[in-house]
């Protein structure tokens, strides 16, 4: 299903010398009532690279997630968030910093007494800007994710696809430089699932953003690792066969609280670890 | 299948008290202090005001007139008896402002609104919103506390006004229609018995009540663990929490007061 464009998805990038790594975890250790579900975790996340997390349930997955955002904080280890450390920083300063964090929560996490609109103009309310530049954001973001339609309607006359689709589109409206998924396409069905693949890959190929997505559907990264999202198209199309894997998207699998693996999906492929060539079959 | 009970030690429980009363006045002293930090969120107050304020008015109505009336009729027997019945108008007017009217009033709207906060930030909490409002850069207790904080303590001062004067109109209804006391003779004695310090003891309490109703209402809520059952079992502990801790603060800011300012 092609996805329509943004308006504004042709201005000029940036080009301030960004630091080393989008996201950097160093020796991460986290316990919750004795029970160790990250043990002195390190990777990297460099900038405009999208990395899936996969692991069993439990595996400590969504806890990553949180912890790379502030939300909770790890037992010993250091978290590198653009730049900054965040391990030490107060609610306050983390505050500031989220502004720059997009995050899709796993059930969407949309405030139910606020209609779609108000959900997606959330940090744009919070930052008293004017209410025609909301509502023009909010539009477009809307339209991003092809739910203009639902401006007016509450998360509860939503379905599960497109509640998820209004949490992208909440996370995206500020352009974020990092976004966090969480089991974006965990619950829905195979065509819904590949609307928010295609919506993963177009903000990694066309806005070049960071992402660490958690996921248990081994089939939607490896259609994020095969495809790329094509402007002229406006629409996800295969990497042509032997370019396969040369789009910025790396795995990394979590067990027993350690990382098993931090590579690229050739060499995911070609692991000779036998938990993994499970895994992946 | 066989029932395994888990003993929890008295220190276990006694840490766990410790930790939740200082989570409390964590809660309560930073609720308190981001009056004084923007963002201040106005909307969100008067939202809060209305639905506490307004949406209790019923309640509070019907409750004030309802006490005061029984205070009267109940007062009225025990006073015939020494030929005082003249002084039923004092009984209720002391009664009401001092303190079933700051009380009763606290109470109903604790079983109203301390559980509707209690539920409203459980749902947030298990449905990961809280977390998302974190998320998206905005601090949820000045977003949600602070808000309900003020505006509870702002309209229970109201509703209680409005309670005794409905409690002395109950009690007027008493007084004037069962047992044939003047109108003036009745509102004269409810007006002269009043002296400051019964009026200041009125006004201060209905405060501090709205203080603890909002604040335990919003501490259960975001406390909340274990789903929707999770959810049912703050609503239950805020109401619980809420009305015991009105009933031990009144007792003590009626004895500071009589401190302070001297028995009659």
Same mark, same amino acid.
């Given at each position: 299903?092609?996805?329509?464009?943004?308006?504004?998805?042709?201005?000029?990038?940036?080009?301030? /010398?960004?630091?080393?790594?989008?996201? $950097?975890?160093?020796?991460?250790?986290?316990?919750?009532?004795? /029970?160790?579900?990250?043990?002195?975790?390190?990777?990297?996340?460099?900038?405009?690279?999208? /990395?899936?997390?996969?692991?069993?349930?439990?595996?400590?997955?969504?806890?990553?997630?949180?912890?790379?955002?502030?939300?909770?904080?790890?037992?010993?280890?250091?978290?590198?968030?653009?730049?900054? +450390?965040?391990?030490?920083?107060?609610?306050?300063?983390?505050?500031?910093?989220?502004?720059?964090?997009?995050?899709?929560?796993?059930?969407?996490?949309?405030?139910?007494?606020? /209609?779609?609109?108000?959900?997606?103009?959330?940090?744009?309310?919070?930052?008293?800007?004017?209410? &025609? $530049?909301? &509502?023009?954001?909010?539009?477009?973001?809307?339209?991003?994710?092809?739910? +203009? #339609? =639902?401006?007016?309607?509450?998360?509860?006359?939503?379905?599960?696809?497109? #509640?998820?689709?209004?949490?992208?589109?909440?996370?995206?409206?500020?352009?974020?430089?990092?976004?966090?998924?969480?089991?974006?396409?965990?619950?829905?069905?195979?065509?819904?699932?590949?609307?928010?693949?295609?919506?993963?890959?177009?903000?990694?190929?066309?806005?070049?953003?960071?992402?660490?997505?958690? =996921?248990?559907?081994?089939?939607?990264?490896?259609?994020?690792?095969?495809?790329?999202?094509?402007?002229?198209?406006?629409?996800?199309?295969? *990497?042509?066969?032997?370019?396969?894997?040369?789009?910025?998207?790396?795995?990394?699998?979590?067990?027993?609280?350690?990382?098993?693996?931090?590579?690229?999906?050739?060499?995911?492929?070609?692991?000779?670890?036998?938990?993994?060539? +499970?895994?992946?079959? | 299948?066989?029932?395994?009970?888990?003993?929890?030690?008295?220190?276990?429980?006694?840490?766990?008290?410790? *930790? @939740?009363?200082?989570?409390?006045?964590?809660? @309560?002293?930073?609720?308190?202090?981001?009056?004084?930090?923007?963002?201040?969120?106005?909307?969100?107050?008067?939202?809060?005001?209305?639905?506490?304020?307004?949406?209790?008015?019923?309640?509070?109505? *019907?409750?004030?007139?309802?006490?005061?009336?029984?205070?009267?009729?109940?007062?009225?027997?025990?006073?015939?008896?020494?030929?005082?019945?003249? *002084?039923?108008?004092?009984?209720?007017?002391?009664?009401?402002?001092? +303190?079933?009217?700051?009380?009763?009033?606290?109470?109903?709207?604790?079983?109203?609104?301390?559980?509707?906060?209690?539920?409203?930030?459980?749902?947030? !909490?298990?449905? $990961?919103? !809280?977390?998302?409002?974190?998320?998206?850069?905005?601090?949820? =207790?000045?977003?949600?506390?602070?808000?309900?904080?003020?505006?509870?303590?702002?309209?229970?001062?109201?509703?209680?006004?409005?309670?005794?004067?409905?409690?002395?109109?109950?009690?007027?209804?008493? @007084?004037?229609?069962?047992?044939?006391?003047?109108?003036?003779?009745?509102?004269?004695?409810?007006?002269?018995?009043?002296?400051?310090?019964?009026?200041?003891?009125?006004?201060?309490?209905?405060?501090?009540?709205?203080?603890?109703?909002?604040?335990?209402?919003?501490?259960?809520?975001?406390?909340?663990?274990?789903?929707?059952?999770?959810?049912? #079992?703050?609503?239950?502990?805020?109401?619980?929490?809420?009305?015991?801790?009105?009933?031990?603060?009144?007792?003590?800011?009626?004895?500071?007061?009589?401190?302070?300012?001297?028995?009659?």
């Amino acid at each position: 299903m092609p996805v329509p464009t943004l308006p504004s998805e042709n201005a000029p990038v940036a080009l301030a /010398k960004p630091p080393d790594y989008a996201i $950097e975890f160093d020796n991460v250790s986290i316990a919750f009532d004795e /029970k160790v579900v990250l043990d002195r975790i390190s990777f990297q996340l460099p900038h405009g690279e999208t /990395k899936a997390l996969f692991g069993v349930a439990g595996s400590g997955k969504s806890t990553l997630l949180k912890l790379a955002i502030g939300l909770i904080r790890p037992d010993s280890g250091r978290i590198f968030v653009l730049g900054d +450390e965040i391990t030490n920083m107060s609610e306050q300063q983390l505050f500031e910093l989220r502004r720059r964090v997009g995050i899709v929560f796993q059930e969407s996490a949309l405030f139910d007494s606020l /209609k779609v609109d108000e959900n997606v103009a959330f940090r744009l309310m919070e930052e008293h800007i004017s209410a &025609e $530049e909301i &509502e023009r954001r909010v539009r477009e973001a809307l339209r991003f994710v092809e739910l +203009e #339609r =639902t401006y007016d309607m509450y998360p509860s006359e939503l379905s599960g696809g497109m #509640r998820r689709r209004v949490a992208i589109a909440r996370a995206i409206i500020t352009k974020p430089e990092v976004l966090l998924y969480d089991s974006p396409t965990g619950g829905l069905d195979p065509v819904t699932s590949n609307t928010i693949v295609e919506l993963i890959v177009k903000q990694r190929d066309v806005y070049k953003t960071s992402a660490l997505m958690v =996921t248990h559907r081994l089939q939607d990264a490896f259609t994020m690792a095969t495809h790329y999202f094509d402007r002229t198209a406006n629409k996800m199309l295969p *990497l042509p066969k032997g370019q396969y894997c040369e789009v910025p998207m790396s795995f990394l699998i979590l067990r027993d609280a350690h990382v098993i693996f931090d590579g690229d999906g050739h060499q995911l492929a070609t692991s000779r670890d036998d938990y993994i060539r +499970e895994y992946i079959s | 299948m066989a029932l395994e009970l888990e003993l929890i030690s008295p220190i276990d429980i006694a840490k766990d008290l410790a *930790l @939740a009363v200082q989570e409390y006045t964590l809660l @309560a002293a930073q609720s308190l202090a981001n009056f004084f930090r923007r963002p201040l969120y106005m909307g969100d107050m008067l939202q809060q005001a209305d639905l506490i304020g307004f949406g209790s008015l019923p309640i509070v109505v *019907l409750t004030g007139l309802s006490v005061g009336a029984l205070l009267a009729l109940n007062a009225a027997s025990t006073l015939q008896r020494f030929g005082g019945i003249t *002084l039923i108008g004092q009984l209720v007017s002391l009664g009401m402002v001092t +303190e079933l009217g700051p009380l009763i009033t606290g109470l109903m709207v604790a079983g109203r609104n301390a559980s509707g906060m209690a539920s409203e930030l459980g749902s947030m !909490i298990v449905t $990961e919103q !809280i977390d998302a409002m974190r998320a998206l850069g905005t601090d949820p =207790t000045k977003k949600l506390i602070t808000p309900r904080v003020g505006a509870t303590a702002f309209m229970l001062f109201f509703l209680t006004i409005i309670a005794d004067l409905l409690g002395l109109i109950g009690g007027y209804g008493v @007084a004037h229609l069962i047992f044939g006391l003047d109108t003036q003779q009745y509102w004269t004695s409810v007006w002269q018995i009043l002296v400051f310090r019964d009026v200041f003891t009125g006004l201060v309490k209905p405060v501090l009540f709205g203080f603890i109703i909002s604040t335990i209402g919003c501490y259960y809520g975001i406390s909340t663990r274990g789903g929707t059952q999770g959810v049912g #079992r703050s609503t239950t502990q805020a109401v619980v929490a809420a009305s015991v801790l009105i009933l031990v603060v009144d007792f003590f800011v009626t004895k500071l007061i009589f401190a302070i300012f001297g028995y009659r």
